[in-house]
């Protein structure tokens, strides 16, 4: 069996492919970057040379392939729109292949925005022109109509491990720039999360299981409060903790601001009992504090 990987090269999809290997399955990587292919031809993997905005080499992949797991994305929040659209785009072009094949398609997004301030769960669906990423979302649910094997993978903001280069490296670091570790209001919003290794295995899972439209999440701690991750950066840091009003965080964290405000508690109940996954690795905090988060 061969599946294609976007996204292959990343912190992420590296894990993926990890994981597809020890299982048995070739697999074939997208890199768009010299580094990039050279990466993942030392780990045996088939390089397919191009990037998300290359439908025709998306397309020439996808034949060769049976299945596909969508973990590439471009991660500029400066033009949110844009990656959002492309990242349709190359959805869509994927599933045109893969059309009354019932292979699958899994497609990476997140738990972020799918309902702040309550309860994530896998039951609640993504709805068109609640974010910008929304739509690609609704449009590969969409492909199940057309006999594509298609589920959503959704991550939390964070997802943590060796080599971890996310929401977490950039706090720390903007707090070792300002001299403090800082959280908004109260810092009672909660941040759901996974290790990487854990999100990998569930990638894994659903390629081989899941049921046309169904989506998952891989979260591993329904929500730790962000208050306990500022101070767990202040402990590694030596730096004091302090809260700030929200206008003050934007000025203080910019567009992190955001994140760093948002409450996304979610669940992994139905994940779990449906798939028997069973995430083992560190969480968030013993992570930061073990794992080279302030080496």
């Not at 797991?69 to 949110?80: C, N, T, V, W």
């Not at 295995?201 to 659903?206: Q, T, W």
């Not at 948002?262 to 992570?287: E, H, I, M, V, Y």
């Amino acid at each position: 069996m061969r599946i294609f990987v976007t996204g292959a090269s990343g912190f992420i999809g590296s894990a993926i492919v990890k994981k597809l290997q020890a299982r048995g399955y070739q697999v074939q990587g997208l890199a768009r970057s010299e580094v990039s292919a050279e990466k993942l031809q030392q780990q045996g993997v088939q390089v397919i040379r191009g990037d998300l905005q290359d439908l025709d080499g998306l397309r020439k992949a996808v034949e060769q392939s049976d299945g596909v797991i969508h973990a590439g994305y471009i991660h500029d929040f400066s033009r949110m729109d844009h990656a959002a659209e492309v990242d349709q785009r190359a959805i869509l072009a994927m599933g045109d292949v893969l059309a009354g094949s019932d292979r699958p398609l899994i497609v990476t997004t997140g738990t972020a925005l799918v309902s702040p301030g309550r309860l994530a769960t896998e039951q609640i669906q993504p709805a068109a022109g609640a974010h910008p990423r929304s739509n690609s979302n609704v449009a590969a649910l969409a492909l199940a109509d057309s006999g594509v094997r298609v589920a959503l993978v959704r991550l939390p903001p964070t997802v943590h491990g060796a080599g971890d280069h996310g929401f977490i490296p950039m706090i720390i670091n903007m707090a070792k720039e300002k001299g403090a570790a800082v959280y908004v209001g109260e810092g009672e919003n909660r941040w759901p999360a996974v290790h990487r290794d854990d999100a990998a295995e569930l990638f894994c899972l659903a390629a081989e299981k899941a049921e046309p439209g169904a989506i998952l999440h891989a979260v591993q701690e329904e929500g730790v409060p962000f208050r306990q991750i500022a101070e767990t950066i202040g402990t590694g840091l030596s730096l004091p903790v302090k809260s700030l009003t929200l206008e003050e965080a934007k000025a203080w964290l910019g567009w992190m601001a955001f994140f760093a405000s948002t409450d996304n508690p979610s669940s992994s109940a139905w994940t779990r009992q449906t798939f028997n996954w069973q995430p083992s690795g560190p969480g968030l905090l013993q992570d930061m504090r073990e794992g080279g988060y302030f080496a």
